[in-house]
């Protein structure tokens, strides 16, 4: 966070839920590796061999909360409804939303919605406290909060359904404005029961909302400003005073002035097959201000890519991002089936040579 160089740049291969492996990239990289016997799990979902082989220097704790209310329910086993009362279906390897309950709702439908109940259980923040504990006193890892809650924008989109709630961001600002005030409350209390027991032993924290896609934002700069803003301003800042925790935000290039503005020390993920996030750009427009977290490409690069391509680009974001600093070399998602395991070697083959 000091944008201090050191020897190399902090890696997080698997180390959170947002720098993850699928469950059969890591089956082929644990046969490559020749690492046998039952995966030790992670809170990331990653074989901690896997963690400690890459030399990952992050773990983490906590995850997203399934608040009480009556909506969480298990349809079958590919289908089911979160709290927030969306249902979602296993398609492949992810859960693809398939109902959205506040579709076309009115503003008494939003005022009669039974909302979660912003609770989380004691026994579950015991154990994560006790974690987090944990990995604080063994000083090998920087210890990462994941979020307990969803942001205010993903979750206007997969209640509304992604069509009507960007149409009423244009068109009905009252009722988002009304829809960000409930989910707000929502969030605040949440955060209030689980930054002051995690954020003793965590170093940063993610966070978890989603302002872009593939080409462009979600929403423009004005409104953003407008209606979103002012409502992730209140959670960062909160967050901060709660856990003394930074925050971790995934966007893109032309609201990233706002988006610094509303407290945000770190981006995550920086995907660089998207328009505009261009590393050499970033670096030079957005480097004093903000740390990079991600930006090796798991969506292009990474799967199609020979070994001493991934050598060469390696290196290259090292230059780049890492120079004066300021850079978490991590893949920029999730990483898939379609990763071939020798490309995974090679990354980290290449970081310990330049370590």
Same mark, same amino acid.
């Given at each position: ?5 050191? &020897? ?20 082929a990289?644990? &046969?490559?590796?020749? /690492? ?5 799990? =992670?809170?990331?979902?990653? &074989? ?15 995850g997203?909360?399934? /608040?009480?209310?009556?909506? =969480? ?52 923040? *015991? ?9 604080? %006193? ?8 994941e ?24 068109? *009905? ?32 924290? =993610? ?18 400003e407008? /209606? ?32 610094? %503005?509303?407290g945000?020390?770190?981006? #995550?993920?920086?995907?660089?097959? %998207?328009?505009?996030?261009?590393p050499? &750009? ?7 201000r ?26 290259? /974001? ?11 070399? %991590?893949?920029?998602? #999730? ?12 990354w ?8």
């Amino acid at each position: 966070m000091a944008h201090h160089s050191g &020897d190399r740049p902090p890696l997080d291969i698997g180390g959170t839920s947002l720098t993850s492996m699928s469950a059969g990239c890591q089956a082929a990289l644990r &046969d490559r590796l020749g /690492l046998r016997g039952r995966p030790d799990a =992670t809170n990331s979902g990653v &074989d901690e061999r896997i963690l400690e082989w890459a030399g990952t220097d992050f773990r983490s704790v906590g995850g997203i909360v399934d /608040l009480p209310g009556g909506h =969480t329910r298990q349809l079958s086993p590919t289908a089911m409804v979160d709290c927030w009362g969306v249902r979602r279906d296993l398609v492949g390897a992810y859960w693809e939303i398939t109902r959205c309950p506040l579709r076309e709702a009115s503003m008494e439908d939003l005022r009669s919605f039974r909302w979660p109940e912003p609770r989380i259980d004691d026994a579950l923040l *015991d154990q994560w406290r006790d974690r987090a504990r944990e990995l604080h %006193a063994e000083k090998r890892y920087v210890v990462v909060a994941e979020h307990p809650i969803y942001g205010i924008l993903e979750l206007g989109c997969w209640m509304c359904g992604y069509e009507d709630f960007l149409m009423r961001i244009a068109a *009905d600002p009252d009722f988002v404005r009304a829809f960000f005030d409930k989910v707000l409350a929502i969030q605040m209390q949440v955060i209030e029961q689980y930054y002051p027991v995690l954020g003793p032993s965590v170093d940063l924290t =993610t966070s978890g909302d989603d302002f872009g896609m593939q080409t462009s934002p979600l929403v423009s700069p004005q409104q953003f400003e407008r /209606l979103v803003a002012p409502y992730l301003s209140a959670r960062i800042a909160r967050t901060k005073e709660l856990g003394r925790c930074w925050y971790s935000c995934g966007s893109i290039t032309a609201l990233l002035d706002r988006i610094l %503005a509303c407290g945000v020390d770190i981006l #995550n993920p920086v995907q660089t097959s %998207a328009a505009g996030m261009d590393p050499a &750009d970033l670096k030079a427009r957005f480097g004093d201000r903000l740390v990079f977290w991600g930006a090796v490409d798991v969506q292009e690069f990474l799967p199609r890519a020979a070994p001493q391509q991934v050598r060469g680009r390696v290196g290259e /974001l090292v230059e780049i991002l890492g120079r004066d600093g300021g850079y978490v070399m %991590a893949p920029a998602h #999730n990483m898939q089936d379609d990763v071939p395991p020798e490309n995974i070697i090679a990354w980290v083959e290449a970081v310990r040579k330049a370590d």
